[in-house]
């Protein structure tokens, strides 16, 4: 049974940090991505990584920001968000893909596997 757990958020004032993690069992994946929702809006995409961690990929309004990172002896997967703002406040999900090939991962329909998600928010 594959289980995504994620950790790491909570209250920050604007231009602090958090690092989110996102600890994987069940099965191997080709890709972890990171996703948020803030209410009354979309579920976007953050940021993405590939199995072997070589790959990454990051919306543009977190480049130069954040960092996504794999430790695969742990099976956990890392977001570090610098320079945090109010508009940041999100649910942000931790997702796992079985689609190999890809490049971007990017697209929330490449993701079959979800966690609970984690609550962010930034204080302005």
């Known amino acids: 049974q594959v289980q995504l757990v994620e950790s790491g958020g909570g209250l920050v004032q604007a231009g602090g940090s958090l690092r989110l993690s996102c600890a994987a069992s069940?099965?191997?994946?080709?890709?972890m991505g990171w996703f948020r929702q803030a209410p009354g809006k979309e579920r976007d995409f953050v940021a993405s990584?590939?199995?072997?961690?070589?790959?990454?990929n990051y919306a543009d309004f977190v480049k130069g920001r954040f960092t996504i990172s794999r430790d695969n002896a742990k099976n956990t997967v890392y977001l570090q968000m610098n320079s945090l703002n109010p508009d940041d406040t999100a649910v942000y999900y931790c997702?796992?893909?079985?689609?190999?090939?890809?490049?971007?991962?990017?697209?929330?329909?490449?993701?079959?596997?979800w966690g609970q998600g984690t609550q962010v928010t930034v204080s302005s």
């Open positions: 990584i590939n199995w072997s961690g070589g790959t990454t």
């Open positions: 069940g099965r191997s994946f080709s890709a």
């Open positions: 997702a796992a893909s079985n689609v190999w090939g890809r490049t971007a991962y990017s697209s929330r329909n490449e993701y079959p596997y």
